[in-house]
């Protein structure tokens, strides 16, 4: 016989206390790796040393959590490199600035949309 608790305080822990443990394990994991990211309640704020880069030969894309920032081709260096965020990103909210050699991006958080349905007991 196979007994699963189904209590709440049973249950994994919530999604947000997971993405804040994936979020201090990136902090700890890349702080010293050419890049540093801070938070608050209402965006994360990155930034990237990519000296001898123009603004015009960087791309950054954003899809939901995930930050992919890459060189173009006619770059005189190569920078590629993907992060995932614990919460999805406000592109029409966020900012990226190029100065000095350093890549700064402030990246709204997107607000988290609750699909909660009531049902009519009949």
């Not at 954003?62 to 173009?72: C, D, H, L, N, P």
């Not at 993907?82 to 592109?91: G, K, M, R, S």
């Amino acid at each position: 016989m196979f007994i699963a608790a189904t209590h709440p305080a049973f249950a994994r822990p919530s999604l947000n206390a997971q993405n804040l443990r994936a979020l201090h394990h990136l902090l700890d994991e890349k702080r010293s790796a050419g890049y540093r990211i801070t938070q608050d309640e209402h965006a994360y704020s990155l930034q990237f040393d990519v000296p001898g880069i123009a603004k015009e030969q960087l791309s950054i894309g954003i899809e939901g959590s995930v930050v992919r920032i890459e060189s173009q081709p006619d770059a005189p260096r190569s920078y590629k490199a993907a992060y995932e965020l614990p919460q999805d990103i406000d592109v029409s909210a966020s900012d990226a600035r190029l100065e000095n050699g350093v890549l700064t991006l402030k990246l709204a958080k997107k607000a988290p949309v609750s699909n909660v349905s009531n049902l009519t007991i009949n």
